[in-house]
């Protein structure tokens, strides 16, 4: 399970909490521009350069979030039950479900460019290696201008806009919009007596205007209470602020072990969120076991280099003693 948001003040930023029941070998990973990828039907040996977290498997990262130089950012989210990949097709652009992040990234400028290729794509079933058989994924994809979800169900592939920003798992995406329709009335003011106005009725406390906003895990309530954060946020419009609203934001979906516990009694939680900056070209990040926010920039040596940079997560907690 997963929550991804957009975020624009001032600036645009994209994040993304990861939540499984352990480590998939994540690391912050630099895809140089003259770095050879190797996709399903092709090799890129020139490409934008890309910055984000994956799992690096055969020299190849296998990304779950990431954005190129030009601001395009990407993110693949557990879709359980309701991906459906299917075989290459001719007269398709058939591309691997662990590929499409790298293919949307490595090839577009813009989320519209994006758009209108995807229109004519297939994702196979293809798995990666043997013993790595495809996830069942669907993502977001956005820049500083649109937001879409990708899905691809029973009955085909599925290009949403997504004017929420916001994109968390089960059910399918046009689910999630409508289910917002639901909470319509939360508000972060003070409620006003609408119940019978022969009573007087006074609010007892602050935040009194949100009850009923969910707070349990499931995706359909943090997708709605990731919604009303983001539109109800306000913060200062420098970088350092917007990074900690951002992660704020996601620190309000995050599970801790034990409060989620999966059929086969696995705890999940959240492995670890980031959030990318595309006007600086920043990734940061914190980890399940490390809340210090960690940066890595994606400077223009790094952009020009011939090959994969990675920096492994920092997960052992650090702590500031003031005496």
Known sequence: MCTCITFKNNGFYFGRNLDLERSFGEQAVILPRRCPIRLQNQTLREHPAVIGTAHVADGTPLFAEAMNEHGLCAAGL????NAVYRPPKRGKTNVAAFELIAWVLCRF????????????VNITDRPFRPDMPATALHWMIADSERCLTVEQTEDGLHVYENKFGVLTNNPPFPFQCENMRTHMALSPYAPENRFAPALSLTPYGQGMGAVGLPGDASPPSRFVRAAFLKYNSVCAKDEAANVTQVFHILDS?????????TPQGGLDHTVYASCISTS???????????????AIRLKEAAKNGKTLLTFPFETKQQIRFEN
Do not use: H
Not at 109 to 120: G, I, P, R
Not at 253 to 261: A, E, H, R
């Open 280 to 294: 600086t070209n920043t990734f940061y990040y914190k980890t399940y076991d490390n809340s210090q926010i960690t």
């Open 253 to 261: 979906v995050s599970m801790c072990k034990g409060s989620v516990i």
């Open 109 to 120: 400028e813009t989320a519209a460019e994006a758009q209108t290729a995807l229109q004519n």
């Open 78 to 81: 557990y879709f359980p039950q």
